[in-house]
């Protein structure tokens, strides 16, 4: 199969138009050029903070379960100015903030450049120059097994290399840099925060990052490596705090070896590890995947078909470039930031943006970019535990709106964030789902063991008590539909209430799941009795007289009727819990057209879950259009502005977020096959105009994976393999209203045709 390659015609002027690359751990932007050229660097590890910092911040919270009832006793009231009052009490200060690290500077003699690619299949950067006479070719990719950026020049050039950064630096000896990490920073939401980064030191902890840079000649060629060594990335697996002495030497050592290794071996390894990775699945939407694409072209809407099929790889392209274990997962700029100060610190904000990340993860092959997710909820389960307890008298764990890789668990908001994003319960009960996930697309019983199930426990713990009984039904309180408003009685904009339909659907997959998982693990747990005894007390789903499902408990008038959240509408989609799919399709229609990545991203998958495949078609047409705007300039949250996307396919608001772009593939997935419910769906969304086209290797739930191919709009053929789980669970497969039921064991597969 030929490579899927990006290609612009110049190099970049601009950081949104650079090309991202990535191991996992190191991420960089290539721009391109001669002269002096631009090669941004972040390491995953460099955030503001330190790992005492979570239960500092609680200290300082005043708050409890005897406040807590006050606060319930205010809602039910619908005193609301008291509540917030006194949910104030409950705000920590902020999570930590993703930082830019170095940049690396090329300086080349003037030439001119032939224009950039960006291979998608093996994540290299490609440029070919002419430099006095000479055709030179730069190459730029980031190794995992090396763990060392690599920009490789080929044909005879001078080059100066420098290294610079924008943090601390305490010492410099060559090519080598000491960098400070500041232990604190502000989001830019918080301008009132004089110091927004602010440098020190951390009992226990140096917050320390060493950069080494080597770089080998011979007569044709050069080779530039550039290596990483952080106190957090100690601290994120669990090691020893190594000295800033120990730290420089690492960098150094892994810098030498990779420039030892030379350009081919390093090469041939970077691509032996990501090339598998990337070719796990694909799609195609169309006649065409391979060959070389302008993305100015792929802009301009001539070929929607094409850019489909593009930004399905792209999204797995970023996602394996910014997810791979042994480093935190993929933030709100993936692994990519340029910002001291960037937007909502570029952290992880999950009543949406980190779900939506990790949507494409099992679905599109890439199961292995979600273990640095379950990393972090691991964290989470020991920060939030404390802060279960100490704010709601609650078992288990808790997390809230915001976190980081210190395992920030407290509700943000320096005690003036809004109830509607802030004090929002339920962020570890949404992220748990992502390990329940993994387990039921392959079936890996030793993870249930070890990682799902008590991930799981812990949450449906702290959902037992945070569960309040109120008009003979159990619901939550306080409890907010995420950053959306309803109007009170007396008109005001408020957001607190009881039992918002999220909480309660959440809440209900975190029951079933724990059920389902000790019942798979053979586990004798009281828990059980626990969960069972509350399930059918939970209260029902609101479905409004006009026939949508309710987003909250009761018929509230809407602030915002075309809100960009979607919050109640997880039932449907990722969950598929919701057994009255037009009560969702009545909610879609209302809320309407897009208006920025991530949400456009929901309303596709949203649309695909309910068969409407032209919706979805139209939804991801807004998507993909160019943002004509000032793509540095913050759009309002309020989604008046509509996104787009960057030069460099990034999706926007603005600004950048990279969850549109994760969110695609999953959303482009759903509308040629999905698993839920026991059946395998084969074309359930597929959009008239979309005649042919074919997925390889896309995952089904049951340890399943299917290929699926189509010409004139009816399927040609599908494979489906077994690649783990039980044997003797029947395969029930559903195409256009027929099903068919077959076994499959562990490595066997079989071809439908005609159904």
């Not at 093996?122 to 690599?150: K, M, Y």
Request: hydrophobic share 40%.
């Amino acid at each position: 199969m030929t490579d899927l390659l990006l290609s612009w015609p110049h190099p970049a002027n601009d950081w949104t138009e650079a090309m991202p690359v990535g191991n996992g751990r190191l991420g960089a932007m290539v721009f391109g050029g001669t002269g002096r050229t631009r090669v941004q660097v972040n390491d995953a590890t460099v955030w503001s903070g330190t790992p005492d910092g979570p239960a500092a911040a609680l200290a300082e919270v005043d708050a409890g379960p005897a406040k807590l009832a006050e606060v319930r006793e205010a809602v039910f009231a619908k005193d609301f100015r008291r509540a917030e009052d006194l949910l104030m009490g409950f705000e920590g200060r902020y999570s930590q903030e993703f930082l830019p690290y170095v940049d690396l500077w090329l300086t080349l003699p003037d030439g001119v450049s032939h224009g950039r690619t960006l291979n998608l299949d093996n994540g290299v950067a490609t440029e070919r120059l002419t430099i006095d006479g000479h055709d030179v070719v730069r190459t730029t990719w980031v190794s995992r097994p090396a763990q060392v950026l690599c920009v490789a020049l080929s044909g005879p050039v001078d080059v100066d290399v420098d290294v610079s950064t924008r943090l601390r630096e305490v010492s410099r000896d060559g090519l080598d840099l000491g960098i400070e990490i500041p232990i604190d920073g502000a989001p830019r939401h918080e301008p009132q925060v004089e110091e927004p980064l602010r440098y020190g030191t951390a009992e226990g902890y140096d917050p320390f990052g060493a950069i080494s840079v080597r770089v080998a000649r011979t007569e044709t060629s050069v080779l530039v490596v550039l290596a990483s060594s952080t106190s957090a990335y100690d601290a994120w697996i669990g090691d020893r705090q190594h000295t800033r002495d120990e730290h420089r030497r690492r960098a150094a050592v892994l810098a030498e070896q990779a420039a030892a290794e030379g350009v081919e071996a390093l090469r041939r390894a970077h691509e032996a590890d990501l090339r598998p990775l990337l070719a796990a699945a694909s799609l195609r939407i169309g006649e065409r995947r391979g060959g070389t694409h302008d993305v100015g072209e792929l802009l301009s809407g001539q070929d929607e078909q094409l850019t489909a099929t593009v930004l399905f790889q792209y999204g797995r392209y970023l996602l394996a470039s910014a997810s791979r274990p042994g480093a935190p997962p993929a933030n709100l700029s993936g692994i990519w930031n340029d910002d001291l100060r960037p937007a909502w610190s570029s952290n992880y904000t999950i009543n949406i943006n980190t779900q939506m990340n990790y949507w494409a993860a099992e679905t599109t092959g890439l199961g292995e970019c979600h273990q640095p997710l379950f990393e972090l909820l691991g964290k989470l389960a020991v920060t939030g535990a404390a802060v279960a307890r100490e704010l709601y008298g609650a078992r288990g764990w808790v997390t809230h709106h915001n976190t980081d890789p210190w395992g920030w668990a407290l509700p943000p908001g320096m005690g003036h964030g809004n109830p509607s994003w802030a004090l929002w319960q339920m962020g570890g009960a949404w992220l748990v789902q992502h390990a329940w996930d993994h387990y039921d697309f392959t079936r890996d019983r030793a993870f249930l063991e070890r990682t799902a199930w008590p991930l799981l426990r812990g949450c449906a713990e702290f959902c037992l008590d945070w569960l309040v009984e109120h008009d003979g039904f159990l619901g939550t309180c306080p409890s907010t539909s995420p950053e959306n408003l309803f109007l009170s009685e007396a008109g005001t904009k408020e957001s607190l209430t009881h039992s918002a339909t999220m909480d309660l659907v959440l809440i209900r997959a975190v029951f079933e799941r724990s059920l389902a998982a000790m019942d798979a693990l053979e586990v004798h747990d009281p828990l059980y009795a626990e969960i069972e005894a509350a399930l059918p007390r939970l209260r029902p789903l609101p479905v409004l007289p006009d026939g949508r499902l309710g987003e909250w408990a009761e018929d509230l008038p809407e602030e915002d009727p075309t809100h960009r959240h979607l919050s109640h509408l997880v039932a449907l989609y990722p969950l598929g819990q919701l057994d009255s799919p037009e009560a969702a399709r009545r909610v879609m229609d209302r809320r309407g057209p897009g208006a920025m990545g991530w949400s456009w991203a929901w309303k596709i998958a949203l649309r695909a879950r309910l068969g409407d495949g032209e919706a979805a078609r139209e939804l991801l047409n807004e998507a993909t259009q160019p943002l004509t705007g000032d793509r540095h300039r913050d759009a309002p949250v309020d989604g008046s502005e509509w996104g787009g996307l960057l030069p460099n396919l990034f999706s926007t608001h603005p600004p950048f977020q990279i969850d549109g772009n994760y969110g695609f593939p999953a959303g482009l997935a759903e509308l040629v096959l999905q698993s839920q419910n026991d059946v395998v769906t084969l074309l359930p969304a597929l959009p008239a105009d979309w005649t042919s086209g074919e997925a390889r290797g896309l995952r089904c739930r049951g340890g399943l994976a299917a290929d699926v191919e189509w010409r004139d709009g009816e399927l040609r053929y599908a494979v489906l393999r077994r690649l783990s789980g039980d044997p003797a669970e029947p395969v029930r497969v559903r195409y256009r209203g027929r099903d068919t039921e077959l076994r499959l064991r562990t490595g066997e597969s079989t071809v439908l045709k005609g159904l």
